[in-house]
């Protein structure tokens, strides 16, 4: 069965056009070792080369009614959720969300069976984390729902639209678009009703978060000490030292990281196979 994933490669002067390129290119090799059948939908506001015949370019456009936040990194996120529901009305298919700097290490096939899913920064964090800039509402890190690598079914859609609207009339300010979205919406007001949280609820023997990068209770990013705990078993499972006992199905950098680390001897043998 296909796996529909969507993704945005789109240029705010953030990083440049070639690197944006070359952080796709990852992420296609990616899915190409791990999955047997998949479609990635890149929408883009240039013309990047033809990568792979399961890429499908498409003109990126931006169909938010109000924006909320003076940046453009952040309202490139939230919109999103916009295209998810454009793409579920023109084909009736939940699409996947993946981040660019997103990379998959096992076939996740089976993911096609949830309905809906998220993964969590997991490991042992200690910190806490903001869901809102005006308000002090914090829950831990460790729990926290990313917003590189998601499905939403159409009931959930709408259930946040709704959380969403109730939110903007509160006067809150969301500090990461979607992924606070999510986490109020699923952490603190619903408690995990009909929601699958890859590595909480579902799945719990793998660790698919930013929680792979530290096991001292810090705040992480991708890294490369956290890089060089990275090892595949006798069964060809990538795992780290850290969490041994967890099986690591796709890796979760932010784009400054993996520039930072994509050069790397350690990153090419590990992540690329190289």
Request: aromatic share 18%; charged share 20%.
């Given at each position: 069965m296909t796996l529909h994933f969507f993704t945005f490669l789109v240029d705010i002067n953030r990083h440049s056009k070639q690197n944006l390129v070359d952080c796709l290119k990852i992420l296609v090799n990616s899915l190409n070792n791990q999955l047997s059948d998949f479609e990635l939908i890149v929408f883009t506001n240039f013309n990047p080369p033809q990568l792979d015949k399961n890429v499908i370019y498409r003109k990126y456009y931006d169909n938010t009614k109000h924006l909320i936040y003076n940046d453009k990194w952040l309202n490139l996120s939230f919109n999103k959720i916009n295209i998810y529901k454009d793409l579920y009305d023109e084909t009736n298919?939940?699409?996947?969300?993946?981040?660019?700097?997103?990379?998959?290490?096992?076939?996740?096939?089976?993911?096609?069976?949830?309905?809906?899913?998220?993964?969590?920064?997991?490991?042992?964090?200690?910190?806490k984390q903001n869901i809102f800039n005006n308000y002090p509402l914090k829950i831990d890190t460790k729990d926290y729902i990313q917003g590189n690598f998601w499905k939403l079914d159409i009931q959930l859609?709408?259930?946040?639209?709704?959380?969403?609207?109730?939110?903007?009339?509160?006067?809150?300010?969301?500090?990461?678009?979607?992924?606070?979205?999510?986490?109020?919406?699923?952490?603190?007001?619903?408690n995990l009703n009909g929601v699958n949280l890859i590595g909480k609820n579902c799945f719990t023997n793998t660790l698919n978060g930013l929680g792979i990068w530290t096991n001292d209770g810090k705040d992480k990013h991708g890294n490369l000490q956290g890089l060089e705990q990275?090892?595949?078993?006798?069964?060809?499972i990538l795992r780290t030292k850290y969490y041994p006992d967890k099986e690591i199905h796709l890796i979760s950098f932010t784009f400054f990281t993996i520039k930072e680390l994509w050069n790397h001897p350690t990153f090419k043998k590990i992540v690329l196979g190289s």
């Open positions: 298919i939940n699409y996947i969300w993946i981040d660019l700097d997103t990379i998959i290490t096992y076939d996740i096939s089976y993911l096609n069976n949830l309905n809906n899913f998220f993964i969590i920064n997991g490991g042992n964090t200690l910190t859609y709408h259930e946040l639209m709704k959380t969403f609207k109730e939110i903007n009339e509160r006067g809150l300010e969301l500090e990461y678009d979607l992924q606070c979205l999510f986490n109020y919406h699923i952490n603190i007001k619903e990275l090892y595949y078993d006798t069964n060809g």
